[in-house]
């Protein structure tokens, strides 16, 4: 990680290099403010969601040299609102994988685990931004 802040009210924002690595400590990272804020049994579901997200930036992002994948995980009442920040400005693409495919099921998961809660907005300037809410 390269910086990482927490804000107000039960936020964190960190930047991450668009590596495979860094989708393990943003896992780590997200489970440890879970269990700050006392959503522990948001943990599994949330994880899920945030590792098809940010692995997504990851893959797909083909941002320049240096640039930073940016994790902002808001507490809300009773749920977890989790955005992935990339350079990349076209939104992910579903796909259908045939039953023998080994990925391309990552977006139908963030479907289930979130209830369709989750969305894409463009950034001012670059880039998009994904968002989830999981509980």
Same mark, same amino acid.
């Given at each position: 990680m390269l910086g990482s802040e927490v804000g107000e009210g039960g936020c964190v924002v960190s930047r991450w290099p668009l590596t495979a690595y860094? &989708? =393990?400590?943003?896992?780590?990272e997200l489970r440890a403010a879970l269990s700050g804020w006392g959503l522990d049994h948001l943990a599994d579901p949330a994880e899920i969601v945030l590792s098809e997200l *940010?692995?997504?930036? &990851?893959?797909?992002?083909?941002?320049?040299?240096?640039r930073l994948v940016e994790t902002r995980y808001e507490r809300q009442k009773h749920a977890i609102r989790i955005e992935v920040h990339d350079a990349n400005d076209r939104p992910p693409q579903r796909r259908r994988p045939? @039953? @023998?495919? $080994?990925?391309?099921?990552? *977006?139908?998961l &963030? @479907?289930?685990?979130? $209830?369709?809660?989750?969305?894409?907005?463009?950034?001012?300037? &670059? =880039?998009?931004?994904v968002w989830a809410v999981v509980g």
């Amino acid at each position: 990680m390269l910086g990482s802040e927490v804000g107000e009210g039960g936020c964190v924002v960190s930047r991450w290099p668009l590596t495979a690595y860094s &989708v =393990g400590c943003a896992r780590h990272e997200l489970r440890a403010a879970l269990s700050g804020w006392g959503l522990d049994h948001l943990a599994d579901p949330a994880e899920i969601v945030l590792s098809e997200l *940010l692995t997504n930036a &990851v893959r797909h992002a083909r941002a320049p040299r240096g640039r930073l994948v940016e994790t902002r995980y808001e507490r809300q009442k009773h749920a977890i609102r989790i955005e992935v920040h990339d350079a990349n400005d076209r939104p992910p693409q579903r796909r259908r994988p045939a @039953d @023998d495919d $080994e990925g391309g099921r990552g *977006l139908a998961l &963030v @479907d289930a685990l979130t $209830e369709q809660r989750w969305g894409v907005s463009s950034r001012q300037g &670059v =880039g998009k931004l994904v968002w989830a809410v999981v509980g």
